[in-house]
T-cell receptor
Framework: DADVTQTPRNRITKTGKRIMLECSQT?????MYWYRQDPGLGLRLIYY???????NKGEISDGYSVSRQAQAKFSLSLESAIPNQTALYFC?????????????FGQGTRLTVV | AQSVTQLDSQVPVFEEAPVELRCNYS??????LFWYVQYPNQGLQLLLK??????LVKGINGFEAEFNKSQTSFHLRKPSVHISDTAEYFC?????????????FGTGTQLKVEL
Protein backbone atom coordinates (compact mmCIF):
# COMPACT_ATOMS: atom_id res chain seq x y z
CA ASP A 1 0.00 0.00 0.00
CA ALA A 2 1.13 3.53 -0.75
CA ASP A 3 2.35 5.68 2.12
CA VAL A 4 0.37 8.67 0.85
CA THR A 5 -2.97 7.84 -0.72
CA GLN A 6 -5.15 10.24 -2.65
CA THR A 7 -8.77 9.64 -3.60
CA PRO A 8 -10.18 9.87 -6.16
CA ARG A 9 -7.42 9.46 -8.76
CA ASN A 10 -9.51 11.02 -11.48
CA ARG A 11 -12.61 13.20 -11.29
CA ILE A 12 -14.72 15.12 -13.75
CA THR A 13 -17.11 17.63 -12.27
CA LYS A 14 -19.33 20.44 -13.45
CA THR A 15 -18.84 24.14 -12.90
CA GLY A 16 -20.36 25.26 -9.62
CA LYS A 17 -20.27 21.87 -7.93
CA ARG A 18 -18.61 21.27 -4.58
CA ILE A 19 -15.91 18.65 -4.62
CA MET A 20 -13.60 17.17 -2.01
CA LEU A 21 -10.23 15.56 -2.61
CA GLU A 22 -8.98 13.32 0.15
CA CYS A 23 -5.51 12.43 1.33
CA SER A 24 -4.43 9.93 3.93
CA GLN A 25 -0.96 8.91 5.04
CA THR A 26 0.62 6.09 6.98
CA UNK A 27 4.03 7.71 7.46
CA UNK A 28 3.15 9.25 10.81
CA UNK A 29 4.20 12.72 9.66
CA UNK A 30 2.78 15.83 11.24
CA UNK A 31 3.13 18.03 8.18
CA MET A 32 0.83 17.75 5.19
CA TYR A 33 0.52 19.83 2.03
CA TRP A 34 -1.70 20.30 -1.00
CA TYR A 35 -0.11 21.30 -4.29
CA ARG A 36 -1.53 22.00 -7.69
CA GLN A 37 0.40 21.15 -10.87
CA ASP A 38 -0.24 22.92 -14.16
CA PRO A 39 1.83 22.47 -17.34
CA GLY A 40 4.64 24.99 -17.48
CA LEU A 41 3.95 26.26 -13.97
CA GLY A 42 5.37 23.48 -11.86
CA LEU A 43 3.80 22.77 -8.47
CA ARG A 44 2.23 25.55 -6.48
CA LEU A 45 1.31 25.33 -2.82
CA ILE A 46 -2.39 25.67 -1.99
CA TYR A 47 -2.53 24.94 1.75
CA TYR A 48 -0.32 23.34 4.35
CA UNK A 49 -0.76 22.04 7.86
CA UNK A 50 1.94 21.50 10.46
CA UNK A 51 -0.34 19.66 12.86
CA UNK A 52 -4.04 19.03 13.38
CA UNK A 53 -4.66 22.48 14.83
CA UNK A 54 -2.46 24.39 12.43
CA UNK A 55 -3.68 25.31 8.92
CA ASN A 56 -1.95 27.82 6.67
CA LYS A 57 -2.64 29.32 3.29
CA GLY A 58 -0.18 28.80 0.50
CA GLU A 59 0.42 30.95 -2.54
CA ILE A 60 -2.82 30.08 -4.37
CA SER A 61 -5.47 29.39 -1.71
CA ASP A 62 -8.34 31.42 -3.22
CA GLY A 63 -11.25 29.17 -4.15
CA TYR A 64 -10.01 26.31 -1.95
CA SER A 65 -10.46 25.22 1.64
CA VAL A 66 -8.97 22.40 3.68
CA SER A 67 -9.75 20.25 6.68
CA ARG A 68 -7.27 18.33 8.83
CA GLN A 69 -9.49 15.67 10.33
CA ALA A 70 -6.67 13.78 12.01
CA GLN A 71 -2.91 13.55 11.87
CA ALA A 72 -3.25 11.14 8.97
CA LYS A 73 -5.98 12.89 6.97
CA PHE A 74 -5.97 16.16 5.07
CA SER A 75 -8.79 17.03 2.67
CA LEU A 76 -8.98 19.73 0.01
CA SER A 77 -12.33 21.20 -0.99
CA LEU A 78 -13.42 23.27 -3.94
CA GLU A 79 -16.59 24.98 -2.74
CA SER A 80 -17.74 25.99 -6.21
CA ALA A 81 -15.55 24.50 -8.91
CA ILE A 82 -14.57 26.56 -11.94
CA PRO A 83 -12.84 25.45 -15.16
CA ASN A 84 -9.51 27.07 -14.33
CA GLN A 85 -9.25 24.74 -11.36
CA THR A 86 -8.73 21.92 -13.81
CA ALA A 87 -5.33 20.57 -12.82
CA LEU A 88 -3.37 17.73 -11.26
CA TYR A 89 -3.49 17.92 -7.47
CA PHE A 90 -0.90 16.40 -5.16
CA CYS A 91 -0.90 15.77 -1.47
CA UNK A 92 2.45 15.52 0.30
CA UNK A 93 3.79 14.89 3.80
CA UNK A 94 7.02 15.62 5.63
CA UNK A 95 8.42 15.45 9.12
CA UNK A 96 10.79 17.55 11.16
CA UNK A 97 11.11 21.08 12.37
CA UNK A 98 13.39 22.45 9.68
CA UNK A 99 13.36 22.47 5.91
CA UNK A 100 15.85 19.69 5.51
CA UNK A 101 13.50 16.76 5.25
CA UNK A 102 12.14 14.98 2.22
CA UNK A 103 8.54 15.39 1.14
CA UNK A 104 6.58 12.28 0.18
CA PHE A 105 3.93 12.64 -2.50
CA GLY A 106 0.74 10.85 -3.33
CA GLN A 107 -0.02 9.64 -6.86
CA GLY A 108 -2.08 12.70 -7.64
CA THR A 109 -5.71 13.47 -8.43
CA ARG A 110 -6.51 14.63 -11.94
CA LEU A 111 -9.46 17.00 -11.70
CA THR A 112 -11.37 18.27 -14.72
CA VAL A 113 -14.01 20.97 -14.31
CA VAL A 114 -16.36 21.27 -17.29
CA ALA B 1 11.23 36.54 -1.85
CA GLN B 2 12.76 33.18 -2.54
CA SER B 3 12.32 31.59 -5.95
CA VAL B 4 13.58 28.80 -8.16
CA THR B 5 14.22 29.05 -11.90
CA GLN B 6 14.57 26.16 -14.28
CA LEU B 7 15.71 27.69 -17.52
CA ASP B 8 14.89 24.78 -19.83
CA SER B 9 11.33 23.56 -20.16
CA GLN B 10 12.36 20.67 -22.41
CA VAL B 11 15.67 18.90 -22.95
CA PRO B 12 15.92 16.28 -25.70
CA VAL B 13 18.96 14.01 -25.56
CA PHE B 14 20.07 10.78 -27.19
CA GLU B 15 20.50 7.65 -25.14
CA GLU B 16 23.96 7.25 -23.57
CA ALA B 17 24.70 10.96 -23.98
CA PRO B 18 25.38 13.19 -20.96
CA VAL B 19 22.77 15.65 -19.75
CA GLU B 20 22.63 18.70 -17.52
CA LEU B 21 19.39 20.19 -16.22
CA ARG B 22 19.83 23.71 -14.91
CA CYS B 23 18.44 25.19 -11.73
CA ASN B 24 19.06 28.59 -10.17
CA TYR B 25 17.61 29.89 -6.95
CA SER B 26 17.16 33.26 -5.34
CA UNK B 27 17.18 33.60 -1.59
CA UNK B 28 18.37 36.01 1.06
CA UNK B 29 18.77 33.20 3.60
CA UNK B 30 20.33 29.79 3.65
CA UNK B 31 18.44 27.18 1.73
CA UNK B 32 18.13 23.46 1.31
CA LEU B 33 17.95 22.24 -2.28
CA PHE B 34 16.24 19.24 -3.80
CA TRP B 35 15.67 17.56 -7.13
CA TYR B 36 12.50 15.54 -7.60
CA VAL B 37 11.55 13.33 -10.55
CA GLN B 38 8.07 12.66 -11.86
CA TYR B 39 7.60 9.67 -14.13
CA PRO B 40 4.49 9.62 -16.35
CA ASN B 41 1.25 9.24 -14.38
CA GLN B 42 3.06 9.13 -11.06
CA GLY B 43 3.74 11.37 -8.11
CA LEU B 44 7.06 12.99 -7.37
CA GLN B 45 9.94 11.15 -5.76
CA LEU B 46 13.17 12.47 -4.35
CA LEU B 47 16.22 12.19 -6.60
CA LEU B 48 18.76 13.91 -4.33
CA LYS B 49 19.15 16.74 -1.84
CA UNK B 50 21.74 19.22 -0.62
CA UNK B 51 21.57 20.13 3.03
CA UNK B 52 25.17 21.04 3.94
CA UNK B 53 28.72 19.78 3.60
CA UNK B 54 30.09 18.54 0.30
CA UNK B 55 28.77 20.57 -2.58
CA LEU B 56 28.60 17.54 -4.87
CA VAL B 57 25.71 15.29 -3.98
CA LYS B 58 24.86 11.96 -5.49
CA GLY B 59 21.38 10.62 -5.89
CA ILE B 60 19.51 7.65 -7.23
CA ASN B 61 19.76 6.30 -10.76
CA GLY B 62 23.25 7.74 -11.35
CA PHE B 63 22.26 11.39 -11.04
CA GLU B 64 24.35 13.97 -9.22
CA ALA B 65 24.12 17.69 -8.59
CA GLU B 66 26.52 20.39 -7.56
CA PHE B 67 25.66 23.22 -5.23
CA ASN B 68 27.33 26.48 -6.24
CA LYS B 69 26.67 29.19 -3.71
CA SER B 70 28.38 31.99 -5.62
CA GLN B 71 26.32 31.29 -8.72
CA THR B 72 23.22 30.31 -6.72
CA SER B 73 22.87 27.19 -8.83
CA PHE B 74 22.12 23.53 -8.27
CA HIS B 75 22.43 21.87 -11.68
CA LEU B 76 21.56 18.21 -12.14
CA ARG B 77 23.82 15.98 -14.23
CA LYS B 78 24.05 12.44 -15.49
CA PRO B 79 27.00 11.22 -17.57
CA SER B 80 25.01 8.72 -19.62
CA VAL B 81 21.22 8.73 -19.83
CA HIS B 82 18.89 5.84 -20.46
CA ILE B 83 15.48 5.69 -22.07
CA SER B 84 14.00 5.07 -18.62
CA ASP B 85 15.21 8.52 -17.49
CA THR B 86 12.51 10.12 -19.60
CA ALA B 87 10.51 12.08 -17.04
CA GLU B 88 9.89 15.55 -15.68
CA TYR B 89 12.44 16.90 -13.23
CA PHE B 90 11.74 19.54 -10.63
CA CYS B 91 14.21 21.59 -8.67
CA UNK B 92 12.92 22.74 -5.27
CA UNK B 93 14.08 24.79 -2.30
CA UNK B 94 13.06 25.07 1.32
CA UNK B 95 13.98 27.43 4.07
CA UNK B 96 12.75 27.98 7.56
CA UNK B 97 9.80 30.34 7.50
CA UNK B 98 7.77 30.92 10.63
CA UNK B 99 9.15 27.81 12.22
CA UNK B 100 8.13 25.48 9.43
CA UNK B 101 9.29 24.28 6.05
CA UNK B 102 7.65 24.66 2.68
CA UNK B 103 8.91 23.44 -0.65
CA UNK B 104 9.00 25.95 -3.49
CA PHE B 105 9.28 24.32 -6.89
CA GLY B 106 10.67 25.40 -10.20
CA THR B 107 8.52 25.06 -13.30
CA GLY B 108 10.06 21.72 -14.26
CA THR B 109 12.20 20.37 -17.09
CA GLN B 110 10.91 17.62 -19.33
CA LEU B 111 13.77 15.28 -20.18
CA LYS B 112 13.13 13.23 -23.30
CA VAL B 113 15.65 10.52 -24.05
CA GLU B 114 15.65 9.30 -27.64
CA LEU B 115 17.22 6.29 -29.29
Amino acid sequence: DADVTQTPRNRITKTGKRIMLECSQTKGHDRMYWYRQDPGLGLRLIYYSFDVKDINKGEISDGYSVSRQAQAKFSLSLESAIPNQTALYFCATSEGQGGNTEAFFGQGTRLTVV
Amino acid sequence: AQSVTQLDSQVPVFEEAPVELRCNYSSSVSVYLFWYVQYPNQGLQLLLKYLSGSTLVKGINGFEAEFNKSQTSFHLRKPSVHISDTAEYFCAVTWTAGGGNKLTFGTGTQLKVEL
